[in-house]
Nanobody, 123 residues
Framework: VQLQASGGGLVQAGGSLRLSCAAS????????IGWFRQAPGKEREFVAA????????KSADSVKGRVTISRDAAKNTVYLQMNSLKPEDTAVYYC?????????????????WGQGTQVTVSS
């Protein structure tokens, strides 16, 4: 399975971005998808995740209320809508998938990863 992340960019604090993660699999609904981020000098951290059927989601406390994760089965794509962005949200954002419909917040629980997309929030 291959994942293609896109949608990053440079935005001012308080702005919004929508990240996309397109998957190359016919069994998309069987795969939970997670978003993680990694800032320079820091470990990769969980941002949000969604079950294979899209019914259940979870977001990190650091972004709760500011991000929404969703998926479009017809397009084999998961979205991460980020609002009220802060400079501390600056990082490379990765989407990851696992061969089960249930997600985990542990990055080691994901089997395949997209290439990452840079998000930079200026103050």
């Amino acid at each position: 399975v291959q994942l293609q992340a896109s949608g990053g960019g440079l935005v001012q604090a308080g702005g919004s971005l929508r990240l996309s993660c397109a998957a190359s699999t016919r069994t998309f609904s069987s795969h939970a998808i997670g978003w993680f981020r990694q800032a320079p000098g820091k470990e990769r951290e969980f941002v949000a995740a969604i079950t294979g059927n899209g019914r259940y989601t979870k977001s990190a406390d650091s972004v709760k209320g500011r991000v929404t994760i969703s998926r479009d089965a017809a397009k084999n794509t998961v979205y991460l809508q980020m609002n009220s962005l802060k400079p501390e949200d600056t990082a490379v954002y990765y989407c990851a998938g696992r061969g089960t419909s249930l997600f985990t917040t542990d990055p080691s629980g994901y089997n395949y990863w997209g290439q990452g997309t840079q998000v930079t929030v200026s103050s």
